[in-house]
């Protein structure tokens, strides 16, 4: 869906291309809530998020963010898959880009690296 993933600049072009970039709904004086665009390919929202469900399952670094997520940061179970879908998505732009295998030690943030 996506094709060659080191064509894309950085992570959050691929977001954008598959819509699950931020938007928000405002007219005027009014301002809305900022909700996911969904203006993208379909196909390639739902793999992401697939993907990023399989991980926060399975995958050790993807489970303890999605954790500290909910139970420290008290963001909603939903909203912390977003945030690890934006992360998955810059993790495999970074990796086609440089042609490096996952290393999970650059996946992990540095306050839960400690």
């Known amino acids: ?35 996911i665009s969904k203006r993208g390919r379909s196909r390639l929202r739902r793999f992401i998020f697939m993907m990023t469900l399989s991980l926060t399952a399975n995958n050790p670094e993807f489970k303890a963010m999605h ?26 732009v970074g990796m086609a880009r440089s042609s490096e295998a996952y290393n999970p030690h650059k996946t992990m943030p540095l306050q839960l690296a400690a």
């Open 67 to 92: 954790a500290y997520n909910v139970q420290v940061k008290k963001m909603k179970k939903m909203r912390s898959l977003m945030k690890l879908c934006g992360k998955l998505a810059r993790i495999l």
């Open 1 to 35: 869906e996506a094709g060659d993933l080191s064509g894309f600049v950085h992570g959050n072009a691929l977001l954008r291309h598959a819509g699950l970039n931020l938007a928000e709904a405002s007219s005027g004086k009014w301002t809305g809530q900022m909700k």
